[in-house]
C-alpha cells in the first residue's frame, strides 16, 4: 500500500481512497495482542467505555 505525504502537491480523490481500502486487511478483535481505547472523558465516550 502506497503511503500518502501530506505535503505533496498531489490530487487525492475518492477512487484512489476506494483503491486504497480495497486493498486493506481487517482481522478480527481476537487476533490482536493489544487493544488501545481512546475516548474524550465526556459522559458519552464514558458510557460507552462502561459498555465494554
Known amino acids: ?3 500518502l505525504s501530506l505535503f505533496d502537491a498531489c490530487e487525492f480523490t475518492i477512487e484512489k481512497s476506494v483503491e486504497i481500502k480495497k486493498n486493506i486487511k481487517l482481522l478480527t478483535l481476537d487476533e490482536y495482542d493489544h487493544i488501545l481505547i481512546s475516548e474524550s472523558g ?3 465516550s464514558m458510557a460507552c467505555l462502561f459498555y465494554l
Do not use: N, R, S, T
Request: proline fraction near 0%; glycine fraction near 16%; aromatic fraction near 0%.
Open 42 to 44: 465526556g459522559k458519552d
Open 1 to 3: 500500500m502506497e503511503q
